[in-house]
């Protein structure tokens, strides 16, 4: 059984069991509990669900969107048929200074992938979509911000701070694309892929998705095999990778469970 669905569930279990009631931003309150942390090693397992259906495709092709076309454009991603970031669009087609936007502003990416190549010891391998001066030109300041990295014994690890955790929706698809992203860079740089630590410091549950969840609960007991990550082996430019080349072998689930996103 795929320890995805238990770091998960467990998650999902005690916010809804233990987790505090409070409103937000959005207007539609949460249950939440602070702190929680998730760890992979993506040698054993690719984190995915199988207690519901995670739209996998449309997870890589967000995670491309920030960090291979580095683009702040929402029309990219429609381009691609990925519709997530629609409610979030300025009349300008951008979200304005954020996700993509830094990386691009600051070459993080390049800069990264040479540290990984050429000084892998280094221990200031950051990538931080955090920039305190372009926040308040931000249509949604990153929640998913910061990548920590570190290279031992010829594997690539990767704590990723999320400030601010959508159980329902956001959390099932940043596990997924995060674990996918290291694959990638892990494999642009002749690594293997290694530990992926996700720590989460504000994990919500939004009121509306409490059915939807305690529904995914129940079906603890089925939770099924952690699908194979399947990726084109001769690629080794980090910025040639597409869609098609990342796919799932026997992804097992069961079925979907939709949510309402809260704007
Ligand atoms: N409240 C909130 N939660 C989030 O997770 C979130 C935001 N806002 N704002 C920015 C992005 C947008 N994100 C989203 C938005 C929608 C889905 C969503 O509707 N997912 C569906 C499948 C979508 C599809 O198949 O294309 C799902 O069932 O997972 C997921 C992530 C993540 N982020
Ligand atoms: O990658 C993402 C992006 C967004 N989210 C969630 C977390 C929150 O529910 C909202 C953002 O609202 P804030 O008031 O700015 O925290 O979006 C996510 O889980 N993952």
């Excluded at 997870?59 to 381009?79: G, M």
């Excluded at 099932?172 to 290694?194: C, D, E, K, R």
């Amino acid at each position: 059984m795929s320890t995805a669905d238990t770091q998960y569930l467990n998650i999902v279990e005690n916010i809804l069991a233990r987790g505090y009631y409070a409103n937000n931003r959005t207007g539609v309150p949460t249950y939440k509990l602070p702190h929680q942390i998730m760890q992979f090693d993506l040698a054993e397992e690719f984190p995915i669900l199988t207690t519901k259906f995670v739209a996998f495709k449309t997870a890589v092709k967000e995670i491309l969107w920030i960090w291979q076309l580095q683009s702040n454009d929402v029309r990219e991603l429609q381009k691609m048929n990925c519709h997530v970031w629609d409610e979030w669009m300025r009349p300008d087609g951008t979200i304005g200074k954020a996700y993509g936007y830094q990386i691009r502003k600051y070459k993080q990416v390049d800069k990264l992938l040479d540290m990984l190549r050429n000084d892998p010891q280094n221990r200031r391998m950051i990538v931080s979509l955090w920039n305190i001066e372009d926040l308040p030109d931000m249509a949604l300041q990153p929640c998913a911000f910061q990548t920590l990295w570190d290279v031992t014994d010829g594997r690539l690890n990767c704590m990723l701070i999320q400030r601010s955790g959508d159980m329902g929706l956001g959390v099932p698809f940043n596990m997924t694309q995060y674990a996918v992203l290291i694959h990638l860079i892990a494999q642009s740089v002749g690594l293997q892929p290694g530990l992926f630590t996700h720590v989460i410091n504000n994990a919500h549950i939004y009121e509306n998705h409490v059915e939807a969840l305690k529904t995914q609960l129940a079906r603890r007991g089925e939770a099924m095999d952690a699908p194979k990550l399947v990726i084109a082996k001769d690629i080794t430019d980090f910025y040639a990778f597409t869609p098609d080349d990342i796919a799932l072998d026997n992804y097992r689930h069961l079925g979907k469970l939709p949510m309402e996103v809260a704007v």
